[in-house]
């Protein structure tokens, strides 16, 4: 598994909408209270699966989290920490349009 250096969060309308930029402010401040500088938390504008939003995505290891809520953070931090993956937050977006952004994100687009 590769080491997470780039958590993306969705800030598009749909996601925003549904809390994603508290999440992301909140998993921002807990990886700095950590002292995870190694890990850069930004917005993203769109990852194409609104409905299951919000979204995020860490880079470079490929893991998709949907449906992400403030209650989510403390299981997230600790995913980033060497725990385990959030598997409720897993599967919910199309395996094609992920193999899309991950693409996309390989490309140096983020």
């Known amino acids: 598994m590769a080491k997470v250096s ?4 969705c800030q598009n309308v749909d996601c925003r ?3 994603s930029d508290q999440v992301m402010k909140a998993l921002s401040l807990q990886l700095a209270e ?3 500088r190694d890990i850069t938390v930004k917005s993203y504008m769109c990852f194409g699966a609104c409905q299951a939003g919000p979204n995020m995505v860490f880079y470079p290891e490929r893991t998709w989290y949907a449906g ?4 989510d ?3 997230i931090v600790d995913h980033v920490m060497g725990g385990p993956k959030v598997e409720a937050l897993e599967g919910k977006v199309d395996p094609a349009l992920r193999e ?5 994100l390989d490309a140096g687009l983020f």
């Open 6 to 9: 780039h958590i993306l969060v």
């Open 17 to 19: 909408v549904r809390g």
């Open 34 to 36: 950590k002292g995870r």
């Open 68 to 71: 992400v809520r403030l209650s």
């Open 73 to 75: 953070v403390d299981a």
């Open 100 to 104: 899309l952004i991950y693409q996309l």
